[in-house]
């Protein structure tokens, strides 16, 4: 069973630019969560969401940044028209489904670097 | 001030040693969680516990949800486990569902030869 896959592993985007960030969660899975951490800080939740809807965008950007989780293939992070700012480790985490809570397993995470 | 602090910020320690990294939270939990993240970047999941102690190989995570506190300890100590040892919490009132984490800044442990 693999685990939690993300592509690609290291993005470098010039300032306007586009970033699509896949995350493929584990067998079975159909919770997806998306964390960012900047350099030098903590990890910080941006978005939560489960087959087809958004449950939790509460930590996402208000502009440019968006995700989905479509009935078929992986979830996707999109940071339209990126700056500086948005360089940084961007990981996803999978979980499967119920009410109970489950240990979230992390995606090796997706290097993002804006030039 | 944080939602989730941690002690110490940074550490090191020698080959053998007993480790003991702390976390505090203020808000209500549902669950904790301990995390490992290597200098590679990679997180890996160590232990998530709602009470009491849980313990696995040379490692053991207790919790204390009436002082808002959990430790995570590391017997005889080895140079692998150098690494950023991150605590996260769930937050107890995001509706009875699962939901996001909010973590520590970490603490980065050195274990020297």
């Known amino acids: 069973n693999a685990g939690v896959m993300q592509n690609p592993r290291h993005l470098v985007r010039r300032r306007g630019q586009e970033a699509r960030l896949r995350c493929s969660p584990m067998k079975g899975h159909s919770h997806v969560y998306w964390y960012r951490q900047l350099p030098e800080e903590g990890l910080k939740f941006m978005v939560y969401?489960?087959?087809?809807?958004?449950?939790?965008e509460s930590g996402m950007p208000k502009e440019r940044f968006s995700a989905e989780f479509p009935k078929e293939g992986p979830s996707i992070l999109r940071i339209q028209q990126v700056v500086r700012g948005d360089s940084a480790a961007y990981f996803c985490?999978?979980?499967?489904?119920?009410?109970?809570?489950?240990?979230?397993?992390f995606g090796p995470g997706t290097r993002l670097l804006v030039l | 001030k944080n939602e989730v602090e941690q002690s110490p910020q940074n550490l090191t320690a020698q080959e053998g040693e007993f480790i003991t990294i702390n976390c505090s939270y203020s808000?209500?939990?549902?669950?904790l969680h301990w995390l490992q993240q290597h200098p590679g970047g990679g997180i890996v999941s160590l232990f998530m516990?709602?009470?009491g102690k849980k313990k696995h190989g040379r490692l053991i995570a207790t919790i204390n949800i009436q002082e808002k506190h959990s430790s995570l300890h590391i017997t005889a100590s080895h140079p692998r486990d150098s690494a950023v040892y991150i605590c996260a919490v769930l937050h107890f009132n995001y509706g009875g569902s699962q939901g996001n984490l909010i973590f520590g800044k970490g603490t980065k442990l050195s274990v020297k030869p």
């Open positions: 969401l489960q087959k087809e809807n958004i449950i939790d």
């Open positions: 808000v209500g939990i549902s669950a």
């Open positions: 516990l709602s009470s």
């Open positions: 985490a999978s979980s499967p489904p119920g009410q109970k809570q489950e240990t979230q397993y």
